[in-house]
């Protein structure tokens, strides 16, 4: 056996073998799933419940409109109330009475206007779009319905002009089988694994370099292999592992799917397992898992060997290796925030440059890839990418081996970006 | 040690060279190591050793010099598997089960599983480490997991052990142990290479020194023959009484009076057997008559006095 398949098997087995890696295994989905529906329910039972109190100077908002745009919707987070005060009273007293704010119609409303007014909303605290929309709306269903009045619009020639739309949806005629909705979803999820695989084993890297180190093993292991052997070992043998756990979570949704694909009777159960089916025939499944891989393997080689860099320039002290990887970090990250302008228009040129170039690429193909192969993202451009990402990890890797076997024997002060540079390109 | 194998040198520096950025780490150095020696690498700190054996490890390469293992010139790739070597720094995985882990750095010297399994079984026995197999570095205390390294570094019968302050942390059990084990592996063959900065060590261990100091050599030779030629003519002089008035015309002088001894130097163009001459003319009942010969520690204060780095020899003794 090579040395650095010593090396590989090691630093794979001692990972794999460790309580946290299958905890992490089992409850990532667990927990992934969770922050899902659980962000979306407490987005939906927490909306801002405003109680809004009203004075109507114009004359048009009666206590009975008002009351059936209340009844209309009694589940809605904000409330509207018709009262007969001054606006000064009501500005020192609105609290007192139980209001979160007040609402004051100017007599100036004129619904002749060809123009719209602008009102404003007096709160004893701040408050967003998230709880001035409804109130908004409120108050234009009602200023809706007396225009309609006065325009003698019935309700038959109001749903003429409200529900009498047209509507797009894109088609691409090279690829009648996507779906943008669950290309979007997969394409997040996608994107989004990619980025944590790339963060959390990332710096598994650095800190396995880090701890080589500072425990001084570093110096006896490079007595017997070179440095760049133990440093390629290190990353190969981490990346195994993240893979590993990639394609145990791929078995669990397989065989979930194939489970209740085979025990669904009837109802609500096979309806799902019909939904399921319906994504999976209208993606590339082969497709889109290869070039998953492809790219969690290659972003995270090109990722890796910039963390075990730093690892091995740095001493024990965690801040030091904070500091000095956060230019890494951020490259990561740069890539996650460019992914959602990338969904919104993956043939766009942002979309097209970034799955390009290797440091986003990882994040940005697999962004668009799941919009379709030729459709969205031609052929040229998928072996282009896949080209460059080569060729940037096979760069960072001797660029980082050279850095690995300086750092790796060196002790003392932290190094700059601008040394370790140095020491990349100096000759051996 | 085996005389036999004396004329073929194991190890040969050529005029080496290491230079870093801000300072000569290693500055034209010439030595020879002969096969089973037990050769003293010695000098204070900084003084270039780590970067000599980072050299002679393949970890460093020279950037002049020439290096010449058991014959040839020195090929890291192929020869690192004759070198054992125990930095003074020493690293293992604490968490990595200990018979897994020697398994580990025994199979990267090149042994293959088989042999590498029975080599770890034969020397937990000896150091009586059997029950070690399946702790974990962690749990053994700090001389317990010196002689783990120990045993990692010699595992695979290397032709040339380097080992970097070895004793550091041992208590007295433990560094017999090592010692006798040192003084075995030089008789079958190993030739040991020992750095150090603890003199008396030196002394009772090594055939052969040289001393290194701000990247140069200072000093090689035996131990016998270093001792020789720094010797400062001193005797130690057991008599019931000295002559009372001690004139010019005596060949030495008195230094110091101990307990019934008196420390005399001999004066230049004077021999010992004058002094015993002159004290026997002199009716003085002579009990014991001993050279004194300076410890390496004394010359090496000597030779590198001036420096600031002489200090750190001057408290061991």
Request: aromatic share 10%; net charge positive; charged share 20%.
């Amino acid at each position: 056996m090579s040395k650095t398949t010593l090396i590989i098997k090691r630093e794979y087995l001692t990972r794999v073998r460790k309580r946290t890696f299958i905890i992490s295994t089992i409850l990532f989905p667990l927990l992934y799933l969770g922050l899902i529906f659980g962000s979306s329910y407490i987005a939906a039972k927490s909306g801002t419940h405003l109680n809004v109190a009203v004075i109507d100077s114009s004359g048009f908002f009666d206590r009975g409109k008002i009351e059936r745009e209340n009844m209309k919707d009694p589940d809605s987070s904000s409330r509207l109330t018709l009262v007969n005060m001054n606006p000064d009273s009501l500005a020192a007293n609105f609290k007192k009475e139980g209001y979160d704010g007040y609402v004051v119609i100017p007599a100036r409303l004129k619904w002749e206007d060809s123009v719209g007014s602008k009102l404003t909303i007096f709160t004893s605290r701040t408050i967003g779009g998230e709880g001035t929309g409804p109130v908004q709306s409120k108050l234009n269903n009602i200023w809706n319905s007396i225009k309609n009045e006065k325009l003698g619009i019935d309700e038959n020639k109001k749903m003429i002009l409200e529900k009498n739309t047209i509507k797009i949806t894109p088609q691409n005629i090279n690829d009648k089988t996507a779906n943008s909705d669950v290309a979007t979803g997969i394409a997040y999820a996608c994107g989004i694994l990619i980025y944590i695989i790339l963060l959390l084993y990332g710096s598994q890297v650095m800190m396995g370099v880090m701890e080589e180190k500072t425990n001084r093993i570093a110096e006896v292991i490079v007595s017997s292999v070179k440095p760049f052997q133990l440093m390629l070992g290190k990353i190969i043998g981490i990346g195994l592992v993240a893979l590993t756990q990639f394609l145990i979570w791929v078995s669990f949704v397989f065989i979930i799917y194939n489970v209740t694909s085979a025990s669904a009777g009837g109802g609500a159960m096979s309806q799902m397992v019909a939904n399921a089916q319906k994504i999976f025939m209208s993606i590339n499944v082969p497709l889109i898992l290869f070039c998953f891989i492809f790219y969690l393997l290659g972003g995270f080689f090109f990722y890796a060997s910039l963390y075990a860099a730093i690892g091995s320039a740095v001493n024990e002290d965690m801040r030091e290796a904070q500091s000095l990887s956060f230019p890494i970090t951020m490259l990561v990250i740069i890539s996650i925030t460019m992914m959602s302008s990338a969904m919104k228009d993956p043939s766009g040129p942002l979309a097209v440059w970034a799955s390009i170039i290797p440091f986003s690429s990882p994040i940005m193909m697999m962004a668009r890839i799941p919009f379709g192969v030729p459709g969205t993202v031609p052929w040229w451009q998928l072996a282009a990418s896949m080209a460059t990402l080569i060729a940037g990890f096979m760069f960072t890797t001797w660029f980082a081996g050279k850095i690995y076997r300086t750092g790796i024997l060196m002790y003392g002060k932290k190094p700059t970006w601008k040394e370790m540079i140095k020491w990349a390109f100096r000759k051996s | 040690m085996s005389y036999n194998l004396l004329s073929m040198p194991i190890l040969e520096l050529r005029n080496l060279k290491k230079y870093f950025a801000t300072q000569k780490a290693v500055d034209d150095i010439s030595l020879t190591i002969e096969k089973g020696q037990i050769f003293g690498l010695l000098g204070p700190n900084g003084a270039g050793k780590t970067t000599l054996i980072r050299m002679i490890t393949g970890i460093f390469y020279p950037d002049e010099g020439e290096i010449l293992f058991d014959g040839k010139k020195f090929d890291p790739r192929s020869d690192i598997s004759h070198i054992g070597y125990m930095p003074e720094e020493r690293g293992l995985y604490k968490k990595m089960k200990i018979g897994e882990q020697t398994l580990y750095l025994a199979q990267l010297k090149g042994l293959n599983k088989n042999e590498a399994t029975e080599k770890i079984k034969e020397w937990f026995q000896r150091f009586d480490m059997n029950s070690w197999w399946n702790k974990k570095v962690e749990d053994l205390s700090k001389g317990m997991s010196q002689k783990l390294q120990f045993v990692t570094t010699v595992l695979h019968d290397p032709k040339l052990i380097i080992l970097d302050e070895p004793f550091s942390g041992l208590d007295p059990v433990n560094t017999n142990l090592i010692k006798d084990e040192i003084y075995n592996l030089a008789k079958r063959g190993s030739t040991v290479i020992f750095s150090t900065h603890r003199m008396e060590q030196v002394e009772e261990i090594c055939d052969h020194i040289v001393l290194v100091n701000k990247g140069r050599k200072i000093l090689d030779g035996t131990v016998k023959r270093v001792k020789q030629d720094y010797k400062e003519n001193l005797f130690s002089i057991g008599v019931d009484q000295m002559p009372a008035n001690l004139n010019g015309t005596a060949p030495f002088e008195i230094l110091r009076n101990e307990d019934l001894s008196y420390v005399v130097r001999i004066k230049d163009n004077n021999k010992p057997n004058d002094v015993l001459q002159y004290l026997l003319q002199k009716g003085v009942n002579i009990h014991s008559f001993n050279e004194i010969l300076p410890s390496l520690n004394d010359i090496f204060i000597r030779l590198v006095e001036g420096t600031p780095t002489a200090r750190q020899f001057q408290k061991v003794n």
